[in-house]
């Protein structure tokens, strides 16, 4: 098994794999479903870029936001005032402009992130998570600045010019198509990070600082580096947002939007890109998955509030009794499976961290 | 005049993020936790006495003492059940438990009282007072708040100044493994910390929700958390004394900002204040420096 051996040795060769497979997968999916069923393939791709961000910055670098939505408001943004004035014109093959915007979003909130990054390094547990969330209040007031307004569009928000569809293909597919490409392409270079030097000084910036700085890192650089990938991926997915949702405005970014990313992470399982996977299509389909074990409709108080409290309470259960989340869960089962009939106390090791630390999880 | 007015008005509302900066300390003193969620709490709170005052007709004061009654329960169920499982692990397990619980109360209470913005009516006359000719801005309800903080602030004074309870809860914060050891109840004694600052809090949410411009709604008091804890944070999160000052500060500048630059983005101005007051201190401006530990 030479070839197996090789993939155990390259993370380059694995995640090759990895993203060539994912997108095998998400192309045949989006092939076989209708298009309501693509548009939610859409969020939970773009959904995914925001929570992988987001969860290497706290379970890899050790650093907490409730504030993600703030660079999700950034990347869309940006987005929406790059196509403002642009008309896509009817051969859609010549026009790349909105790969363009998506690049320049991503740009724009890792230099957004680099700024909440130097603000965060000498920032720590309560006063990071404080300065986070009112990040996540503050920045998206920002268009109802009287002196912004006419820019950025006030309350009413933005139009985004969507680009046109390939000639033979439907807008919801085309659109889930270039949301899927920027997540496999996230999950690429997010695995390669992880398990690069840098990855590795993540988390040892986060198990011990002193140490890492006694082991020569620069422990401020490592954590505004953290924050800007982390930023990156957030504006990709706000950018991505504004292309499917055709319109940004304030309210589209709101401090739920942040929390329920946030409950994401933890709930799929923090530090580990599959958890943020089963957190992006869990935060995409509780709503409507909600209403259909209901049966109330999204306009009935119960109804509407629904999602909320289910999220809520998944958050708080899964930080009790789970703290390694969906992704914790299935590796210990998986773990048992594969002891068969080992003594219980072996397979119960990954639950024993339960009352201890978030951060001490094993890479699988 | 303008500017004198500012501070005045300002200085009113202060008072009120004093009293939430107030619990955040209270809790942030016993158990080393910011409570996240407390924002939701106070909601839930105003929630009931606007039940009870607008909708069943019932007197402010039944309103008023209700809403207190329920943060007292509310708080000490939260620390019981929810905290004190993560109280002793990583310091971000009780953040995220807590963003969990304001997540559930924000939906439940959508679900209870739907999620439009309802006003609460205030108690005394919101006609602002006149000096001559100059409208000054402060009324009998604004007099109401101030009176009614400053009441609260005293008796947390007297209750841990100078009762035996306060003494022993005191001594549960500085040193809970002594404290047990010379026959304090901690546990319980932080469970009536988490209680009594949801009170503190209950007051609050009735007091901020009579002032013209505040509505009460599920999210209506995301802003008034941050406020809180923007004040507690330039008063440095563990003296309270600073928490009332910096409630105060925080109030006078808001307002003066508003006046002179915009009232669109309130929360923008909150955001570079807490980054300002951080950068230059980041463990608060009225705290000693603390070591971080190897």
Redesign the interface.
Known sequence: MADVSALRRSTLLRSLLIAVVAALVLFGISELVGEYRNSQLASVALNFCAIAGLTVLIGRSGQVSLGHGAFLFVGGYTVALMLKHHTFPNSPTTNKLFILALLVAVAVSAAVGALAGLAAARLRGPYLAGVTLALALGLPELPTYSHLSGWLGGHTGLVVNIPNSLDNVDFARWQAWICCACAVITLFLLYNLIHSRVGRAFEAVRDDEVAASLAGLSVARVQVLAFVVSAAAAGLAGGLYALTAGQVDPLSFPLTLSLDLLAASVIGGLGTLSGAAYGAVLITFLPSWAQDVSGLSATSKVGANLPTTIFGLALVVSMLLLPNGIQGLLSSITRRLRNGAAPMHRTAFGISSRAGNLHDREDT | MNFLNDVIYGAANGFIYAAVALALVLI?RSTR??N?AQGGMVMVTTFVAWDLVVEHNQSYWVGLVVAMLAGLVLGGAVERI?IR??E??????P???A??????????A??????NNNTFPAQFSLVYYHAGHQVILFNSDLLFVVISVVVIALLLYLLFQRTPIGLRMRAAAFNPEVARLLGVPVSRLLTLGWALAAVVGAVAGVLIAGIPGNYVS??GF??L??LG??AA?IGG?DSPIGAVVGGLLLGIVLQVLDGYV?N?????????L??AV??VR??GLFTRHQE?R?
């Open positions: 942030w936790i910011v996240f929810l499982p993560v002793n692990g990583p310091p971000l397990n953040v995220i438990v963003l969990g619980l304001l997540l559930v109360l924000e939906g439940g959508g679900m209870i009282w739907g999620n599920p999210n995301d802003g958390l941050i804890f923007t944070v999160l915009s669109d983005i309130d929360s923008m101005f909150v955001l570079l807490l980054l951080l950068m980041p463990n971080r190897v």
